[in-house]
């Protein structure tokens, strides 16, 4: 198998540059189960703040704080909402119904990638003995690269709270949002309870995730995190990682976005793909069925990295920091190369 040279498989795969693990190297430690190590604590309260939050937990990974938040919104045989096609939902192992004995209640999604207001407002249920009761509408933003309109996330939180439901935010992705949308993250944080935020994606960080919110919710939070196996001791070596990246590597996402942009539009020069253009660093390709498998094989053995492709309708190709200009030009150059000879 011919080694990935440009690893467009996703945002996940970025090495910490040098600037990052001096900082790791030389992190101001303590054990973080009794809560004293400085950088976390200084983590922590960095990305409550941005976030415009009170209070903030480090997790080992985006399910690890997407799990630890449904569990301390929502008790044993409470619900929550989500899209068909939600992290949480559906590429989490379903860790909320079998580790949390949390009813999932998944709606499909609109085009756009929302969920319709009246589908949420039915699925809340009546308080009656033989249902669930409905808890929290989790939402995610971006959800599949695509940033969610404002004034819908305004809409579906304002309709949760006004039949008492709790929201979270899988933010995983929320600094590609704020930065494309140019809008402050608070503002996007604010009608949250709760938002999980990966430094372990486009940030570049790593390891790890940091969990926003409410001081209770919080604490129970970093309670559960405890018997989720989280608890993790002089951490604060990854901690400064996570602080490193919201310090140089938030306003550059813009970069990643411009490098979507440019693939997109590369790729959509050619008649056989058809290209999702992109709001923020990740593109869809349909590649015309005849082509698919031909097509995957030679960008594996041309050393492109995607996700998706043979057998899937869909590739993905994410940029990031790891995978400049110069590697979205040669992705365009070899889709030229293998359409102008192949048709
Ligand atoms: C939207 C979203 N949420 C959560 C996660 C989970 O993060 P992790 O891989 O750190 O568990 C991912 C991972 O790709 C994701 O894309």
Same mark, same amino acid.
């Given at each position: 198998?011919?080694?990935?040279?440009?690893?467009?498989?996703?945002?996940?795969?970025?090495?910490?540059?040098?600037?990052?693990?001096?900082?790791?190297?030389?992190?101001?430690?303590?054990?973080?189960?009794?809560?004293?190590?400085?950088?976390?604590?200084? &983590?922590?309260?960095?990305?409550?703040?941005?976030?415009?939050?009170?209070?903030?937990?480090?997790? $080992?990974?985006?399910?690890?704080?997407?799990?630890a938040a449904l569990m301390a919104h929502c008790g044993r045989g409470d619900e929550y909402i989500a899209g068909m096609d939600a992290h949480c939902y559906v590429h989490e192992q379903g860790g909320a119904a079998?580790?949390?004995?949390?009813?999932?209640?998944?709606?499909?999604?609109?085009?756009?990638?929302?969920?319709?207001?009246?589908?949420?407002?039915?699925?809340?249920?009546?308080?009656? %003995?033989?249902?669930?009761?409905?808890?929290?509408? %989790?939402?995610?933003?971006?959800?599949?690269?695509?940033?969610?309109?404002?004034?819908?996330?305004d809409d579906a939180t304002a309709l949760a709270r006004r039949h008492n439901l709790s929201t979270h935010l899988d933010g995983a992705r929320v600094f590609n949002a704020a930065v494309a949308g140019n809008i402050?993250?608070?503002?996007?944080?604010?009608?949250?309870?709760?938002?999980?935020?990966?430094?372990?994606?486009?940030?570049? /960080?790593?390891?790890?995730?940091?969990?926003? *919110?409410?001081?209770?919710?919080?604490?129970?939070?970093?309670?559960?995190?405890?018997?989720?196996?989280?608890?993790?001791?002089?951490?604060?070596?990854?901690?400064? #990682?996570?602080?490193?990246?919201?310090?140089?590597?938030? $306003?550059?996402? /813009?970069?990643?976005?411009?490098? #979507?942009?440019?693939?997109?539009?590369?790729?959509?020069?050619?008649?056989? &793909?058809?290209?999702?253009?992109?709001?923020?660093?990740?593109?869809?390709? $349909?590649?015309?069925?005849?082509?698919?498998?031909?097509?995957?094989?030679? &960008?594996?053995?041309? *050393?492109?990295?995607?996700?998706?492709?043979?057998?899937?309708?869909?590739?993905?190709?994410?940029?990031?920091?790891?995978?400049?200009?110069?590697?979205?030009?040669?992705?365009?150059?070899?889709?030229?190369?293998?359409?102008? /000879?192949a048709t």
């Amino acid at each position: 198998m011919t080694q990935i040279r440009d690893d467009f498989r996703s945002d996940t795969v970025t090495r910490p540059s040098p600037g990052m693990r001096r900082a790791m190297a030389e992190a101001e430690v303590g054990d973080d189960v009794f809560g004293d190590d400085p950088t976390v604590l200084r &983590l922590e309260t960095a990305v409550a703040e941005r976030l415009g939050k009170p209070a903030g937990v480090f997790m $080992t990974s985006g399910t690890q704080s997407n799990l630890a938040a449904l569990m301390a919104h929502c008790g044993r045989g409470d619900e929550y909402i989500a899209g068909m096609d939600a992290h949480c939902y559906v590429h989490e192992q379903g860790g909320a119904a079998w580790l949390g004995s949390i009813q999932p209640q998944p709606l499909p999604h609109q085009p756009d990638g929302t969920l319709a207001l009246g589908d949420i407002e039915a699925a809340i249920k009546e308080d009656d %003995a033989h249902l669930a009761r409905t808890r929290l509408l %989790a939402l995610e933003n971006t959800f599949g690269g695509r940033v969610m309109p404002q004034s819908w996330i305004d809409d579906a939180t304002a309709l949760a709270r006004r039949h008492n439901l709790s929201t979270h935010l899988d933010g995983a992705r929320v600094f590609n949002a704020a930065v494309a949308g140019n809008i402050d993250v608070a503002d996007i944080a604010r009608p949250f309870d709760t938002i999980s935020v990966c430094l372990s994606k486009g940030l570049g /960080a790593p390891i790890g995730t940091v969990l926003v *919110g409410e001081p209770a919710l919080i604490a129970t939070a970093r309670r559960l995190r405890k018997a989720l196996g989280g608890g993790l001791r002089q951490v604060g070596i990854i901690a400064a #990682a996570g602080l490193y990246a919201l310090e140089h590597n938030v $306003t550059r996402l /813009a970069d990643d976005h411009a490098n #979507a942009r440019r693939l997109a539009d590369g790729f959509a020069r050619i008649p056989a &793909l058809t290209v999702t253009r992109p709001d923020t660093n990740i593109v869809w390709v $349909t590649v015309a069925a005849e082509h698919t498998k031909p097509y995957t094989d030679f &960008l594996a053995a041309e *050393g492109f990295g995607i996700t998706g492709g043979y057998g899937r309708a869909q590739q993905r190709w994410v940029t990031h920091l790891d995978v400049g200009e110069a590697a979205v030009d040669r992705a365009v150059a070899a889709a030229e190369r293998y359409f102008s /000879a192949a048709t």
